[in-house]
């Protein structure tokens, strides 16, 4: 890919009055290159910064929002707020980094031995 001062100086190179040939062996670029660039740097495309985010059902600000007021809230209770499914909700929060709650102490079950163990052993 080319950057844009290296196609602004192919365009003025052969503005000069340079042949296509001469444009060719000195860029490298057949006439039909040349003039797509042309084109594109007389309507400023090179200068446009192009942001686009789509619209979502959920909006991240509200979301944060909604789980500060309410940091226990279920994604059911979530999903229904914002008119999305549980899984959009879980996923929005997963971008955001924004973790269910977690038990903080593993539950471990007591382990009882059958009584054929306790014979064989």
Known sequence: MY?????????????KGHTF?????????PPETYYIWK?????????LKIVRE????????ELKKAIEEKPDAY?????????????????????LKITRKKSLLP??????RSVRSIKQG
């Open 39 to 47: 084109e594109k740097l007389e309507s400023g495309y090179y200068d």
């Open 107 to 112: 539950i471990t079950k007591k382990m009882r």
């Open 21 to 29: 040939n001469e444009l060719k062996e000195a860029f490298g670029i």
């Open 75 to 95: 994604l059911r209770e979530l999903a229904e707020r914002f008119g999305c499914t549980e899984t959009a909700v879980f996923y929005a929060l997963e971008k």
């Open 3 to 15: 950057s844009k001062d290296y196609k602004q100086q192919a365009v003025a190179y052969k503005d």
């Open 54 to 61: 789509r619209k979502r059902k959920i909006d991240k600000n």
